[in-house]
């Protein structure tokens, strides 16, 4: 049963709980035991599917290395083979990063991370600069034309080229070894990740969502850490406590 599946997963609010800073986030100790263990079970079949860098992703699980999407699908490894996306390539992105770290300074709370072929501009430190930083970034994006689109989240509004989105890069998984063939299950927690439902349920698949929020993911569990309760109990006991099969 295991080697019907492959297993997509987000990685904030989903295996790992939001904190305020981006850069402060903490991976459970278990985690990357239960993710080599299910990987095996899967034969290869599971990959993070993230806004953060591969880079931050592969700092956080040393010595492992998963397949990935990073960037919202802008830079992948499937199978060992990595695509990462050049800075370089994005000359109006940089000078546009640039101009909001000048704009948000004063402003305490308003953090830009740049995630080099991304931006995005946090709030969560200060819930009312909200209408302040979504002006600026719609601002931002509006300045650099069609190339590049607005990914809202929670607390969030990222920059990044039109071409990027997790429905996209799933897709891409899905057309090679060992994802191919496969029914797909995508977890997710934020507004990001809708697509990536999308993507999934149209595939046949299973389309789960941590937490509240309005959705089109078929399943809701509560919080990361019951997502990691339900991802030990595959690794290390075979079954599958949070799927229903619907199809």
């Keep these: 049963?295991?080697?019907?599946?492959?297993?997509?997963?987000?990685?904030?609010?989903?295996?790992?709980?939001?904190?305020e800073r981006p850069d402060a986030v903490v991976v459970d100790p278990a985690l990357p035991r239960i993710l080599t263990t299910l990987q095996d079970r899967l034969g290869g079949a599971l990959a993070m599917i993230s806004g953060r860098p591969i880079t931050f992703l592969d700092g956080r699980f040393v010595p492992h290395q998963f397949d990935m999407a990073g960037l919202h699908g802008l830079e992948h490894r499937i199978a060992g083979r990595l695509s990462m996306c050049d800075p370089d390539e994005h000359p109006?992105?940089?000078?546009?990063?640039?101009?909001?770290?000048?704009?948000?300074?004063?402003?305490?709370?308003?953090?830009?991370?740049?995630?080099?072929?991304?931006?995005?501009?946090h709030w969560r430190l200060a819930p009312h600069?909200?209408?302040?930083?979504?002006?600026?970034?719609?601002?931002?994006?509006?300045?650099?034309?069609?190339?590049y689109r607005l990914q809202h989240g929670k607390a969030v509004a990222e920059i990044l080229p039109s071409a990027a989105g997790k429905g996209k890069v799933i897709e891409r998984?899905?057309?090679?070894?060992?994802?191919?063939?496969?029914?797909?299950?995508?977890?997710?927690?934020?507004?990001?990740?809708?697509?990536?439902?999308?993507?999934?349920?149209?595939?046949?698949?299973?389309?789960?969502?941590?937490?509240?929020?309005?959705?089109?993911?078929?399943?809701?569990?509560?919080?990361?850490?019951?997502?990691?309760?339900?991802?030990?109990?595959?690794?290390?006991?075979?079954?599958?406590?949070?799927?229903?099969?619907?199809?």
């Design 1 to 19: 049963m295991n080697q019907d599946y492959a297993l997509f997963l987000d990685f904030d609010g989903t295996l790992v709980d939001i904190v």
């Design 92 to 121: 109006a992105l940089r000078e546009a990063a640039e101009r909001l770290s000048e704009i948000v300074a004063d402003k305490a709370g308003v953090l830009i991370e740049d995630k080099g072929c991304s931006v995005a501009i």
């Design 129 to 147: 600069e909200k209408e302040f930083a979504l002006a600026t970034a719609h601002a931002a994006v509006e300045a650099l034309g069609s190339d």
């Design 173 to 247: 998984f899905l057309h090679e070894p060992p994802y191919m063939g496969r029914r797909p299950i995508f977890i997710g927690d934020d507004l990001t990740d809708e697509n990536g439902f999308k993507t999934v349920n149209a595939h046949g698949g299973l389309s789960i969502r941590i937490g509240a929020g309005e959705t089109v993911a078929k399943v809701r569990l509560g919080t990361p850490a019951d997502l990691r309760h339900c991802l030990s109990t595959w690794a290390f006991e075979g079954s599958l406590p949070f799927i229903r099969d619907d199809r």
